[in-house]
């Protein structure tokens, strides 16, 4: 069972549509971070949220931390074949364990 | 612009061949870290490094180990390669602990026959 659960796993959807893809834990985390990983690739950092009910925004992506710090989610409006890749959520537990946790991902696939 | 390499994209070995893959970074970051990435598993962290010659075990870590001689390169080692460690391994480091960016290498896909 993985301590993140991401949802969906696969998403595919047309060019302008909006989507939401979540991050969900029981467990409560002092900070939460959402990678995008391509093809070929390692994956690349988004976005870092630290504060409960925090919300960011990067151009048409929306990142919100949940109040209670156990959840998140990402938000693309207008998405576009560029966004295409896998979205990975990854956090650090609260209570001292150093070590970055990560969902198994969001595989989001934009055709034209 | 911050870089992290590693040795190989591609390799295939043989069961029981004695493997390393070998990460490089030249951002002077303390921290060092090997994942291994399997479909519907995410990245699971296998060893990582906080300084020079340290070394802490992940959550995965048999079957492997881990070099850090020198601050830029941390190694992976696979004792004895078998079928089951077939899978995408990715390098990754940051500045500090906790939650700070860490950088990814591109990664290397082995296959294990």
């Known amino acids: 069972t993985q301590l993140l659960e991401q949802s969906p796993q696969f998403l595919s959807i047309q060019e302008g549509e909006n989507l939401t893809v979540y991050c969900n834990s029981s467990s409560v985390f002092s900070s939460l971070q959402w990678y995008r990983q391509e093809p070929g690739e390692g994956p690349v950092l988004l976005v870092t949220?630290?504060?409960?009910?925090e919300v960011k925004k990067l151009k048409r992506l929306t990142f919100q931390f949940g109040d209670a710090r156990k959840d998140s989610s990402l938000h693309i409006t207008a998405a576009q074949p560029g966004d295409t890749g896998l979205y990975l959520c990854a956090g650090f537990l609260s209570g001292g364990y150093n070590k970055l946790i990560f969902g198994a991902g969001t595989r989001l696939a934009v055709h034209p | 612009d911050v870089k992290v390499t590693q040795s190989s994209r591609y390799l295939v070995k043989r069961t029981g061949e004695k493997v390393f893959l070998e990460c490089v970074q030249d951002?002077?970051?303390?921290?060092m870290f090997w994942y291994r990435q399997d479909p519907g598993l995410g990245l699971r962290l296998i060893y990582f490094?906080?300084?020079?010659?340290?070394?802490e075990k992940g959550d995965i870590p048999e079957g492997y180990s881990v070099s850090r001689e020198k601050k830029e390169r941390f190694s992976l080692i696979l004792e004895s390669a078998s079928t089951n460690q077939t899978s995408m391994y990715l390098c990754?480091?940051?500045?500090?602990?906790?939650?700070?960016?860490?950088?990814f290498g591109p990664g290397t896909r082995l296959t294990v026959l």
């Open positions: 990754a480091s940051s500045l500090l602990q906790g939650g700070f960016e860490q950088f």
């Open positions: 951002m002077d970051h303390e921290n």
């Open positions: 949220v630290v504060t409960g009910g």
């Open positions: 490094s906080y300084d020079v010659k340290m070394k």
